[in-house]
């Protein structure tokens, strides 16, 4: 009776583990991503929380999550995180590519060292992370995918130009992704936030090659005021639209998160949920495969 009751339990826990959804986020430790975290864990996500360096005290002492130490300029990092979620847990529902940061200055006052560096976390370690995450959703034949962008991703502003070519990079992955995956039922969709309240703009950096004009100086200066006052959107709101996201069945390709972003994004596409671009990539895609 004995071994009854301990083979019960086993098999509740493992119909329960089963059940429970996996969600792997980048930048966890503060604004956007730590926000998110919490959402997910408080909906009953296990939820593996990848920080840089440092480790925030909430996130410690939040249940049902994971802490992992992520570098997502590290091929090898990257391979080992994503194979001890799945020893652990079997699959990976949902990846939330939040981590990144901003690079101030005038093109002409930013070293080429500073761009690519940019590029390697905004960009390329989207990339990497995504490709880690695939071989997994696919074999599953489901997953979400979100992608935080920002309304600057496809509408530029002076003095965050090089920021903004990182964004509008990961907008046409993004793009090509979302149709491209189809065929597995995995769904991406970009997130596009304005001002948020975070401490986001005191960590951006500042382009470093010299360049002696008054302009750009203060252009610089006023980017960086604008960006260490706090303003904007509390981060616990993008966090909910994140988990409406990956719980709906049918998501848009693209989000603003307020009103003000998507009539900022509306001076730019003509079709700011990007469906309709979507509808059409999955007919040219469908083309291709059937050779028509």
């Excluded at 301990?6 to 119909?15: P, T």
């Excluded at 570098?71 to 079997?90: F, H, N, P």
């Excluded at 935080?148 to 992704?177: H, M, Q, R, T, W």
């Excluded at 972003?261 to 059937?290: A, C, H, W």
């Amino acid at each position: 009776m004995r071994n009854f009751l301990f083979f019960i339990l086993l098999l509740i826990n493992s119909v329960l583990c089963a059940e429970q959804k996996v969600v792997i986020i980048s930048g966890a430790n503060s604004g956007i991503g730590l926000a998110t975290t919490k959402a997910f864990q408080e909906k009953g996500w296990k939820v593996w929380a990848a920080f840089h360096k440092q480790i925030s005290e909430e996130l410690k002492h939040m249940p049902n999550i994971r802490l992992c130490q992520l570098d997502v300029t590290d091929d090898q990092c990257i391979q080992e995180t994503i194979d001890a979620i799945l020893k652990e847990d079997g699959k990976i529902d949902a990846l939330i590519n939040n981590a990144g940061y901003g690079l101030v200055g005038a093109e002409e006052c930013v070293t080429i060292e500073e761009v690519q560096q940019l590029f390697d976390v905004n960009f390329f370690g989207v990339l990497r992370l995504t490709q880690a995450v695939l071989p997994t959703m696919r074999r599953q034949r489901s997953g979400h995918i979100i992608n935080i962008s920002s309304g600057v991703g496809v509408n530029a502003l002076p003095g965050l130009g090089l920021y903004s070519a990182s964004k509008f990079a990961l907008e046409g992955l993004s793009e090509s992704l979302a149709a491209t995956l189809s065929p597995w039922d995995i769904k991406v969709a970009i997130v596009e936030p304005g001002f948020i309240k975070n401490s986001w703009g005191t960590h951006c950096l500042l382009g470093s090659r010299v360049c002696n004009e008054e302009a750009y100086k203060k252009l610089s200066q006023g980017i960086c005021k604008m960006l260490a006052t706090p303003r904007g959107q509390p981060c616990a709101e993008v966090a909910s639209l994140l988990l409406e996201i990956v719980e709906t069945t049918q998501p848009n390709l693209r989000y603003q998160t307020t009103t003000d972003m998507k009539e900022y994004v509306s001076e730019i596409l003509v079709d700011p949920t990007g469906n309709e671009m979507q509808k059409r990539n999955i007919q040219f895609l469908n083309r291709i495969l059937n050779n028509k």
